[in-house]
């Protein structure tokens, strides 16, 4: 049951959990969800034979999936080996472990802690072994002793064992040799179904006086075992003449090895007299494994043996490669020539990218690229050209125009009523405007939206097909009419280099984000200033946004912090800033709960503000996501102006299912609530916009879908993606309190001007606070406290919640642990996370327009907060949707939000909407940084280094002076 695919690895299995405890973690994270952050260690800090040995988990369901790299011969349980294989393997780990306890020495604090905590727990039993390499699983935990002994039941194996028995009977007339093998071997070795069996499973002999060993019967080299098996020793007599002391030969003995490369037929050892040189006979014969050709015998065969004397076969590797010709209809991006030991399987990222020109379409190669290598090859790209559309109409109607009889005249007569019908639908719906998606194609109705096209990799792996990443600059070097948002993935899925930032969002490295601040800048100027500087192929524009102001560029791996510096100086003449392009992540996760389902419809009044309103079709809601599941139940009939940023289309995704849980909490229909879910305002329409690729959202497509929502007819727009911070609540509050007022100053310049717009049309913007536990305010979209509404989570407690982000930038909560609400494939699951509350809040105010179309911001947020349940100091008070109806159709509308915080530094009002003077003073600020860019996020990254190594000092203080006192 693998839930995931991994590049040149395979699941060995998985395990539930809750068998476990003491997870070693990264805030409040354990480490198997983090595993990014170890893999980046051991990636830049451990050598490349050891890197394997931490298995790679994926989690699911209360299941931890573990994956290893790709075997050939079937992993074995460290603790069920024995004998030799057991000897060997335990030097293997041993060298491992002593590699890994040296690394921890040279890391610094934040390495250290990651991965200490990923070795702090190390049992035999979660030791697999198999080709010469080891490999952990259940790193990071404890199994939980009150629930299973050791006796490997916890772990649920995805590998079948079939092991046989194999047999070696002496014949009593010899015993086992020890001395020259590498390792000693047992009478009885136990082997994989299937297994080969080559020299080095088989016992060297050394026959008793008076016989000589000549052989095994049957044969057991290049033996296939299918059934346990004996093999046993055949030997012939020797003259047992003693001879006299002058006549005695001294006999030296010989023994043949194959060495890794290949196997022997014959026998493996014999004796010879002293002074004799082997002839071709006497020798056995080697059979080299496929890809290895057979050179020589070390040392030489052709001198006398004096001395017991070993002799190992050595080889040499033979090649093949594979050419790729792109034909005549297009070009090649990549290697041109794979060239691999003979018999290896290329891999796909070796394999070039085909370019087709112009009306043509690559079909695929003429030979299959991914076969193994046995031989030369050339492998040619194969097209098929594309007619327009137009064309394609055109010859079937001629065709069916062209014919004899009546049809023809019928043909043209209803040909006539249609032209005539499409003319007057135009002519009523010229006031409308068409979406045209990136290949130029009208999309569907603004009522339609529809699954997106997958694509199958060649090893099997499927993802949503988001389009392409190209060069949007057109020949005459203008910038598209649209805007255009690159997908985050890659031709091929290959991903984009990503820097890890612990505390602060990882960023793609061969990205930048150009935002202008003028609203008449000249970004085409912008585009032919920068190719004329930046001619190569290897720095392209492939991101335009007229709505926001921004153009996007590829530029080479590790290049970014150079371009950031240098590029205000050659491009002066128009004012603009640049933002890293950083990754957004989802603020829920699914939910350890499985009980209480519903209890925040119960806890929100859901049921008595429908006695009120439930909403009203006229009202837009939008749920900036991952995707939806388009035929969920819950939202039959009710969708408007879907749209996919990457596509420009109405095909979307069902993402992880976060997108379809947060719509189910919005504005799902009320058929479920007697199961637990239901929306806050069934009756209003659905906008999903999808801003996640396959999983991965960035700061610049999350903009343009906020942006899009807001221009295309969303009254309400929800969301529940934003920034990870985590780490950060590593910091005293009046730290935390210095980073949201001095770090990502560009990133909140860039939602300023977004959530501006958003005011002028009246549009509301609810935000999730996020779920690091940290200062609301740092998040960038949230600062501007009350001209968005930002949604921290409580618990069925009626406190907030552990994880959620609160105090400074926080406005108003909702329920957000163990929430139940609609998931993919028309089924429902419980989440926790602000992502979960924001909805509610969502369809709240959805509720409230219906009753008061112009009610703005400010009004809902004074109302919420004043109608609502008080829960403790940190978070405003919970929604109560009742009583917030009640006071809008009242007309009891506060003039502006009340709720204020006394933290432990002192007392910080939330009443801090944007005076002019404030205005003035983050214009000049943001100025200055434009002229003197810096990179946010290795600055928090350095500001959070020094204050853990401050911390640990003072801690090592207060350790000493409990221990003088003691």
Not at 208 to 237: M, R
Not at 680 to 704: E, H, R, W
Not at 936 to 950: M, W
Request: include cysteine; aromatic fraction near 10%; hydrophobic fraction near 35%.
């Amino acid at each position: 049951m693998a839930r995931a695919t991994f590049y040149n690895k395979r699941l060995l299995g998985h395990i539930d959990d809750t068998d476990f405890t003491d997870y070693q973690g990264i805030g409040s994270d354990p480490l198997y969800k983090r595993y990014k952050s170890v893999e980046s260690v051991v990636k830049s800090r451990i050598s490349p034979q050891y890197q394997s040995f931490l298995a790679c988990p994926f989690y699911e369901d209360g299941n931890i999936f573990w994956y290893v790299d790709e075997w050939n011969n079937t992993p074995q349980k460290f603790t069920e080996l024995s004998g030799a294989e057991k000897k060997h393997y335990t030097h293997i780990k041993d060298d491992t472990l002593k590699h890994y306890q040296e690394t921890l020495k040279k890391l610094n604090p934040e390495e250290f802690a990651i991965l200490n905590g990923a070795l702090k727990y190390i049992n035999d039993e979660f030791i697999y072994c198999y080709d010469e390499k080891i490999v952990l699983i259940a790193w990071g935990m404890r199994l939980d002793e009150e629930k299973h002994t050791s006796d490997g039941k916890w772990f649920k194996t995805a590998v079948k064992y079939d092991k046989k028995k194999i047999s070696f009977d002496l014949a009593g007339h010899g015993k086992l040799e020890t001395t020259i093998a590498s390792i000693p071997y047992l009478t009885t070795i136990s082997r994989n179904k299937g297994h080969i069996i080559t020299t080095k499973d088989i016992p060297t002999i050394i026959a008793e006086e008076g016989y000589s060993f000549i052989g095994w019967n049957p044969n057991p080299v290049g033996h296939e075992v299918q059934e346990d098996i004996i093999f046993t020793a055949q030997y012939t007599k020797t003259n047992t003449t003693v001879p006299k002391a002058e006549d005695k030969e001294e006999l030296m003995k010989v023994i043949f090895d194959a060495g890794a490369n290949g196997v022997l037929k014959g026998g493996t050892s014999i004796e010879v007299s002293k002074g004799h040189i082997l002839s071709k006979e006497e020798m056995p014969i080697v059979m080299a494994n496929k890809g290895f050709l057979f050179t020589q015998w070390t040392p030489s065969i052709n001198v006398p043996i004096n001395n017991d004397t070993l002799f190992t076969a050595e080889y040499k590797q033979e090649f093949a490669q594979c050419n790729f010709s792109a034909g005549e209809h297009g070009t090649l991006q990549g290697n041109k020539v794979i060239k691999k030991p003979l018999g290896v399987t290329p891999i796909i990222s070796e394999i070039p990218i085909v370019k087709p020109n112009k009306g043509y379409r690559f079909t695929g190669w003429d030979v299959n690229p991914l076969a193994a290598l046995t031989n030369n090859k050339v492998c040619v790209a194969q097209y098929e050209k594309i007619l327009p559309w137009y064309k394609r109409w055109w010859l079937w109607l001629t065709g069916l125009f062209s014919g004899k009889g009546c049809l023809k005249w019928i043909l043209w007569l209803l040909l006539i009523i249609l032209l005539v019908w499409l003319l007057s639908w135009l002519l009523r719906g010229c006031d409308s405007d068409v979406l045209i998606d990136r290949n130029g194609n009208a999309v569907l109705p603004i009522d339609r939206v529809e699954k997106i096209d997958q694509i199958t990799q060649p090893d099997g792996t499927i993802h949503d097909n988001n389009g392409t990443i190209t060069n949007i600059v057109g020949s005459d070097g203008r910038l598209p009419e649209n805007g255009v948002v690159p997908p985050i993935i890659g031709d091929g899925n290959i991903m984009p280099p990503i820097v890890s930032n612990p505390g602060t969002p990882d960023v793609i490295d061969n990205r930048l984000n150009i935002y202008f601040e003028n609203e008449n800048a000249e970004l085409n100027k912008w585009a032919q200033d920068f190719k004329r500087l930046y001619s190569s192929d290897n720095y392209q524009i492939i991101g335009y946004d007229p709505n926001v102001k921004m153009i996007q560029i590829q530029i080479p791996e590790g290049q970014r912090n150079n371009i950031r510096e240098e590029l205000p100086m050659k491009i002066s003449d128009q004012k603009f800033f640049i933002v890293d392009e950083s990754i957004m992540v989802l603020h829920g996760n699914k939910s350890q709960s499985t009980a209480n389902k519903g209890w925040h419809l119960k806890a929100a009044h859901v049921k008595e503000g429908w006695n009120i309103t439930m909403g009203d079709p006229n009202l837009v809601i939008a749920i900036i996501d991952d995707g939806i599941d388009v035929n969920h139940s819950m939202f039959k009939g009710r969708f408007f102006n879907a749209y996919n940023v990457f596509t420009q289309n109405r095909a979307l995704s069902s993402g992880q299912g976060h997108g379809t849980h947060v719509a189910g909490l919005a504005l799902g229909s009320t058929e479920f609530y007697s199961d637990g879910a239901a929306g806050v305002a069934p009756n209003c329409k659905i906008m999903p916009v999808q801003v996640f690729d396959n999983g991965m959202c960035t700061f610049s497509s999350l903009a343009s879908g906020i942006m899009y929502a807001i221009h295309n007819g969303a009254n309400i727009v929800n969301i529940s993606v934003g920034p990870s911070f985590q780490g950060l609540n590593q910091l005293p509050i009046e730290e935390q309190i210095k980073v949201a007022q001095q770090y990502f100053k560009n990133e909140e310049k860039v939602y300023r001007h977004i959530i501006n717009v958003a005011n002028k049309k009246n549009v509301i913007l609810v935000f999730a606070a996020g779920n690091d536990n940290i200062v609301t305010a740092i998040l960038p979209e949230c600062r501007l406290t009350n001209n968005t509404v930002n949604v921290a989570a409580c618990t069925p407690e009626y406190k907030s919640s552990t994880f959620t982000n609160y105090s400074l930038g926080t406005n108003v909560s909702a329920p957000g642990e163990g929430i139940y609400s609609a998931y993919p494939n028309n089924s429902f699951k419980m989440f926790d996370g602000t992502s979960m509350a924001a909805p509610i809040i969502t369809g709240t105010i959805a509720l409230m327009k219906t009753i008061k179309p112009d009610i703005n911001v400010q009004q809902c947020i004074a109302v919420i907060q004043k109608t609502g349940k008080d829960l403790d100091k940190f978070i405003p008070p919970m929604v109560l949707i009742d009583q917030a109806l009640i006071a809008v159709k009242s007309g009891d509308i506060p003039k502006e939000p009340i709720w204020s915080q006394i933290l432990d530094t002192g007392s910080i009002e939330h009443n801090d909407d944007i005076t002019s003077t404030e205005q003035s003073q983050n214009n000049e600020q943001s100025s200055t940084e434009v002229n003197n860019p810096t990179d946010d996020y290795s600055a928090l990254k350095d500001l959070l280094k020094q204050l853990k190594e401050q911390r640990d000092a003072l801690n090592k203080r207060i350790n000493d002076l409990e221990k003088k006192i003691q």
